[in-house]
């Protein structure tokens, strides 16, 4: 017996902890890129972003695109079509006119359709938004007729929304500052204000009640500077933060 617990323990036995610290890691990772299949279309994509990055890319036609966090895009240029997929996060596209080659960008199983004009498309989870900075924008959602975006106008297309996609006015600039590196909210509840906070950072924010999750909050806070927004909360209205790696309660 005390032979035979001085004998080394089976390599598979003692390498058992690393393999189960690494599969951790994968499901991690899976997780945070948003499943399997959203894994599978980042790897595939042309152009990517990390979380907290922001890129800008030149299209062989002359176009750009600037990619907001964690985002993914495919191109696939045809002689009949300039053809684009937002995989996942968020891109603003300044569109070089060509009206024999309209610009189509796929996103959330509809389309927005340009032929020379700035315009932004987010896709979260199975919900699109389109917002137009210039120009005019036909968005035609999956299974749904077209609807005409004029600058200053977005719709909303997707699961969880009732009724045909209708525009909408928008500040145009404040829903994009994130190019410029800034977050521009005006009377958004708390709750809404620390998802959008927590896109451009590992880790998340809970908040802690209801109630405090609808407290409206106005301000403009530097991406990436978390800090700021929760001193402007223990300063404005009392607010309590315990920040834990990886994880921020607010109370």
Known sequence: AAARRRMPAPAWRRAAPAVAALAALVVLAVLSWGGP????DRLRADHATAVGERREVALPDGSRVVLNT???LLVRFTAAERRVTLADGEAMFEVSADPARPFVVDAGGGTARAVGTVYAVRLDGALATVTVMEGTVE???GGGGPVRLAAGQRVAYGDGLSGPPRPQPVDA???TAWR??????RNRPLADVVAEVDRYRHGRTVVLGESLGRLP??????IGDEAELLDVLREGFGVEAVRLPWLTFIR
Request: hydrophobic share 55%.
């Open 37 to 40: 299949a959203l894994m599978l």
């Open 173 to 175: 600039e404040a829903e």
């Open 70 to 72: 964690a985002s993914a």
């Open 180 to 185: 410029r590196g800034k977050l521009i909210f």
């Open 217 to 222: 909050v106005t301000g403009v806070f530097g």
């Open 139 to 141: 968005v035609t959602p």
